[in-house]
């Protein structure tokens, strides 16, 4: 065993209380007080362990520091895939941190860069404690505020509920490794088991907590690796200060560790189950205000070795690097011990396998071991009535053995339909009147036997080549002499070219009457564009009756190998053509945790035509196929579709996801809008194949505020769809003359949030060119009625205010004053008429005319202008403030 504290690991002399290794063992993580704010700071745990790497000045010991909080942190904990890292502190906030690779980011130091990815605000005091749950699915948080709140970790900041019940300060959290339980500890004097099925109270243990005061800072418990037992902090025993024992289900409190004279502050159990002396066993080490630590193994009555003296203040917070033979100890007095131990002193911890077959026998299955585990599939049968009703559905399920189903029966979906009765002994010969012999076919049944040598399943000492010596047809032929079939054609040429036509004609006639609904191209010319709301778009209808050519072209995907897109913590892999069945050729859609060492899926399906278009993120997984169908998983928790199986008008041509809104763009150049959270269409089908020319594509399409979609082409045009018009709005073109002619900006993204802009500048043309200002004005005139009749608030005022300053250098006192009159309304009147509105489109227009007035008299040539109006701005103002 080695002892070393690094004296660099420090907070400028301020308490440490919190330390937790990265699971990779690279790096470690400290919280506590900075100078004037809370801090977490990241470290090299290299530079601890290792001498050489200490003292190499071109390694960094401290990889960054970070002081947003604006109190005193209390818990650092690392998610157990190691992509994230949460902190909590007196500030009642709990920050989530991300390692970022862009400069210049928050960090006072640059070897790594951590940001702040979200802050969770819920909590009504100090945030004492903070965990982890296996596959990182939720955090836990405990508060002085009595709570402790579940947070969703895949969809922050969602809440998943508050645990109420603890009636004082909460000041430690740990989950189940098996993931049934959470465990917590207050200073009421309580340890409570919660439910993470319905997060109801499991148990409430009270028995050695009865004598135990609010001493300790925190009570960070902990839960063996083998789930077993979970380990508490400041328990009493006949007097004196212990760590107590819990046994998992019956919740009894008969072992504890004894030795401390000062309450045990925290208790941290290694991750690994080890191998000692033949004896699976479990180590844990314990934490007190007397300044001392102590290590036990379960298969041990006294500790493995104690460290007296270790800080000179009290223990506050432990941790254990995965392989098990690390161990990170911090103080209130501002430092940092490390401990190294030997496989020999601690044991040999079991491999992966090991431990997943440990779990097998102690609960039936593997849980979080198991790539891919799920915690919601992994429920324990905890009566035994349900294992008696599972054994009475099976006997149902078992057929009486006097039936037997044959084999070729099995692969067989559906009952094949009765065949009407018919000789199988026999077939019967007949004449034509030229003398030629007619055998009518007949009818012979697939036995059991005939199947299995159809199979290939004949005894091998039989040849596969015919011979004389198997066995005669059993069909009886019987001549009828009496019958003569006249045929009816007179020569073997035109008989073979008149019989195929007739068995074609018959064929197409049988088909079209057994098959309902319209043919494939009455289908095709009722797609192009044709449908009631392509047509109340202002789109043409297509009438002729052949196939009309996509007006988009279809996307190619995975033509070389597998696609992969970021979904979140995971990332979504498509594989086309994964498996070539009797059937078909199927698609694999496949779910992979980023943070997994392994490429083993958590889960997949299988799509029976290959995928062409695909949008995902953490919450959703939308993929198109070449079939023109749609599919859409929810990846919240366990994935599931979250719509049936679509049919598109054509196949999708681009697909954009934006938050719960999925836009999808056709080859037959159609706009679709779904909201995948309520499950329901925003924006039916629009076509637009009008608005495209030879070679335009769609680079993007979205869906606004206000429930109007919008699109961009390639060739710069951006257009918005107005519900009220029943049209497309020209949002921006590029290529427009009046536009160019004008000077007018590039195309801008339409935004009901963007702040109104004081000033705008205004589009210069030169005084000698009047066709250049007509056309600037004009353009400017086009854009704010477009955002008139989309009811676009922040980018009407964008537009006005800068029609308005192109008329101040380029316009005529006439022009201004049509403008100002109507923001200014009736100034010489008691009673405002009813045809004037003081506000358009939710903005006081007295406001806009405020900011006119602040360019108008930027300009000499205007300044009488200006003050008249200002004058008669003012006297409204004061009439208002008066009462008038």
């Known amino acids: 065993m080695k002892l070393y504290k690094p004296s660099w690991v420090n907070h400028d002399e301020k308490p440490i209380f919190s330390v937790d290794i990265h699971p990779t063992g690279k790096r470690f993580a400290t919280g506590g007080q900075g100078e004037d704010s809370g801090r977490v700071v990241v470290w090299n745990f290299n530079s601890v362990l290792f001498e050489e790497v200490e003292w190499d000045s071109n390694v960094p010991k401290m990889l960054c520091q970070m002081d947003n909080h604006l109190a005193c942190v209390n818990c650092v904990r690392w998610s ?241 690097s995965s392989d098990g033979l690390k161990l990170l100890a911090c103080s209130t007095d501002g430092t940092v011990a490390c401990i190294q131990f030997t496989k020999t002193e601690i044991g040999t911890p079991l491999t992966l396998e090991e431990k997943n077959a440990f779990y097998e026998k102690i609960y039936g299955k593997c849980f979080v071991n198991e790539p891919g585990g799920d915690l919601t599939s992994n429920l324990l049968v905890e009566c035994p009535e349900i294992l008696l009703a599972r054994e009475k559905q099976e006997a149902k399920k078992e057929p009486p053995k006097e039936e037997i189903t044959p084999k070729s029966d099995k692969s067989q979906p559906f009952p094949p339909a009765p065949l009407p009765p018919r000789p199988v002994d026999r077939q019967i010969e007949t004449r034509t009147s030229d003398g030629k012999r007619r055998i009518t076919p007949v009818y012979i049944p697939l036995t059991s036997v005939d199947a299995n040598e159809s199979l290939g399943s004949q005894p091998a000492t039989e040849s596969c080549f015919s011979t004389s010596s198997q066995g005669k047809s059993r069909i009886k032929v019987e001549r009828r002499d009496d019958i003569i079939i006249h045929p009816n054609v007179s020569n073997h040429a035109t008989a073979s070219v008149r019989n195929d036509t007739g068995l074609e004609q018959r064929l197409r006639k049988r088909t079209a009457a057994s098959l309902p609904g319209p043919r494939v191209d009455e289908l095709q010319t009722k797609r192009s564009c044709a449908s009631p709301t392509a047509g109340a778009s202002g789109s043409p209808t297509l009438k002729n009756a052949g196939p009309v050519a996509p007006a988009l072209p279809a996307p190619a995907l995975g033509t070389a190998g597998p696609v992969v897109r970021a979904a979140g913590v995971l990332r979504l892999q498509v594989v086309n053509k994964a498996c070539n069945t009797h059937y078909g050729t199927l698609s694999r859609l496949e779910l992979i945790p980023n943070n997994s060492a392994s490429n083993d899926p958590i889960w997949e399906t299988y799509l029976g035509s290959p995928v062409t278009c695909i949008a995902c993120d953490a919450r959703w997984a939308c993929v198109a196929c070449a079939d023109g169908a749609l599919h859409v998983w929810r990846l919240a928790r366990a994935p599931a579709r979250a719509l049936p199986h679509l049919a598109l008008p054509s196949q999708a041509a681009k697909m ?181 509105q003081n506000t358009i489109l939710g903005l006081k227009k007295h406001d806009i005319l405020e900011e006119l007035l602040s360019l108008l008299v930027r300009q000499l040539q205007w300044q009488r202008l200006y003050a008249e109006y200002a004058d008669q701005l003012g006297q409204l103002a004061g009439a208002v403030l008066n009462g008038h």
């Open 80 to 320: 157990n895939g190691g992509r994230y890292l949460a902190s909590g502190g007196d500030d009642s906030l709990v920050m989530v941190w991300g390692l970022s690779v862009a400069v210049g980011a928050t960090g006072k130091h640059k070897a790594e860069t951590w940001r702040c990815l979200t802050t969770l605000r819920g909590h009504a005091g100090d945030v004492l404690d903070l965990a982890w749950s296996p596959l990182d699915k939720w955090l836990a948080s405990c508060s002085v505020d009595n709570t402790i709140i579940i947070w969703n970790a895949e969809k922050f900041p969602e809440m998943v509920c508050v645990l109420n019940g603890h009636t004082g300060l909460v000041k430690g959290v740990a989950w189940d490794p098996v993931g049934k339980y959470l465990a917590s500890q207050s200073d009421d004097k309580s340890l409570r088991v919660w439910k993470t099925a319905d997060w109801a109270s499991q148990a409430v243990i009270t028995e050695s907590f009865e004598e135990c005061g609010g001493t300790t800072h925190v009570l960070r418990l902990s839960w063996s690796p083998d789930g077993q037992y979970v380990l508490s902090a400041h328990a009493m025993n006949g007097g004196g200060p212990t760590a107590q024992v819990v046994e998992r289900d019956s919740w009894r409190c008969d072992k504890d560790f004894v030795g401390h004279k000062k309450a045990v502050t925290c208790a941290r159990f290694n991750s690994n189950i080890f191998v000692k002396d033949g004896k699976k066993c479990c180590c844990a080490a314990v934490g007190s205000r007397d300044r001392s630590l102590s290590i036990w193994l379960t298969s041990l009555k006294r500790p493995l070795v104690v460290v007296h003296e270790l800080f000179s203040d009290s223990v506050l917070d432990l941790s254990w």
């Open 656 to 836: 954009t996801l934006s938050g719960d809104t999925l836009a999808v763009v056709t080859t037959s150049a159609e706009l679709a809008i779904w909201d995948l959270s309520a499950a329901t269409c925003l924006v039916r089908p629009l076509c637009f194949r009008n608005l495209l020319s030879h070679g335009v594509t769609v680079s993007n399409c979205s869906l606004l505020e206000d429930g109007n979609p919008m699109i961009s082409l390639s060739n710069g045009k951006s257009y918005i769809y107005c519900k009220k018009l029943c049209a497309w709005v020209v949002w921006a073109d590029a290529g427009d003359p009046v536009r160019r002619a004008g000077g007018g900006a590039g195309p801008r993204a339409p935004s009901r949030t963007r702040a109104p802009h004081a000033h705008v500048p205004a589009l210069r043309t030169h005084p000698r060119s009047k066709a250049l200002s007509g056309a600037a004005r004009s353009w400017l005139e086009a854009q704010v009625a477009a955002c008139l009749h989309l009811r676009l608030p922040a980018d009407y005022r964008h537009w006005f205010v800068a029609l308005f300053d192109h008329l101040v250098h380029h316009g005529t006192e006439e022009q201004l004053r049509n403008i100002l009159d109507d923001l200014l309304g009736p100034s010489h009147c008691t009673s405002t008429p009813k045809k004037w």
